[in-house]
Nanobody, 122 residues
Framework: QVQLVESGGGLVQTGGSLRLSCVVSGGDFSDYVMGWYRQAPGKQRELVARIFTGGTTTYEDSVKDRFIISRDNAKNTLYLQMDSLKPEDTAVYFC????????????????WGQGTQVTVSS
């Protein structure tokens, strides 16, 4: 069973930056496609960034050019550098593995961590 521990959230002003971390245990991290998700109050959880085993990255349009996802396989750790933060980025951020659905890499793993709260004040 994969275990995920997110950290690094906090309260920042508009335009500020945060770096989230996610330590992964219970498997071979280097074999996993990984993603950062977020869930704002009253909204569904959404995938905002994804990184493949070879390092290729994809981003949801609203965070493109502001967020950078990266991984350190030696440390079993996933990162999300968030710059130019906006109030609409306020959410609980989660990391998870991503599985192949048969047509896309978009199925999250079965287990979630506790997430880390990001709050951006205007």
């Amino acid at each position: 069973q994969v275990q995920l521990v997110e950290s690094g959230g906090g309260l920042v002003q508009t335009g500020g930056s945060l770096r989230l971390s996610c330590v992964v245990s219970g498997g071979d991290f280097s074999d996993y496609v990984m993603g950062w998700y977020r869930q704002a109050p009253g909204k569904q959880r959404e995938l905002v960034a994804r990184i493949f085993t070879g390092g290729t990255t994809t981003y949801e349009d609203s965070v493109k050019d502001r967020f950078i996802i990266s991984r350190d396989n030696a440390k079993n750790t996933l990162y999300l550098q968030m710059d130019s933060l906006k109030p609409e980025d306020t959410a609980v951020y989660f990391c998870n593995t991503i599985r192949w659905s048969g047509t896309k890499w978009n199925v999250p793993g079965d287990y979630w961590g506790q997430g880390t709260q990001v709050t951006v004040s205007s």
